[in-house]
């Protein structure tokens, strides 16, 4: 069974960075980032396929955003620079054990962690 909880949201002013951080037990194939702003659907930022550790990126994300995790696989994170505004948003942690899988679909991920805050301001 896995377990995940995000930790590291704040607020920080634009061109700003933040550092969230996924506690993740257990085995999975894929972990993600997704946000979801008020009023916006939920989206995919960045997932992690875990058997080659290759990285995958919204257009949103990338030169931005890294994805990693630690050599244990308990903690996923998502480094985060040249912060906007408009990356404000509720971000959470997800995963799946599918092995054939879109690694930006919600339907991928079954484990779903809680959210944390990010609000940057102009």
């Known amino acids: 069974h896995i377990q995940l909880e995000e930790s590291g949201g704040g607020s920080v002013q634009a061109g700003g960075s933040l550092k969230l951080t996924c506690a993740a037990s257990?085995?999975?194939?894929?972990v993600a980032w997704f946000r979801q702003a008020p009023g916006k659907e939920r989206e995919a930022v960045a997932s992690l396929e875990d058997r080659n550790n290759r990285a995958f990126y919204a257009d949103s994300a990338k030169g931005r955003f890294t994805i990693s995790q630690d050599s244990s696989e308990n903690w996923v994170y998502l480094h985060m620079n040249s912060l906007k505004p408009a990356d404000s948003a509720m971000y959470y942690c997800a995963a799946s054990t599918r092995w054939i899988a879109s690694p930006f679909s919600q339907s991928t991920y079954s484990y779903w962690g809680r959210g944390t805050q990010v609000t940057v301001s102009s």
């Open positions: 257990g085995s999975r194939t894929y």
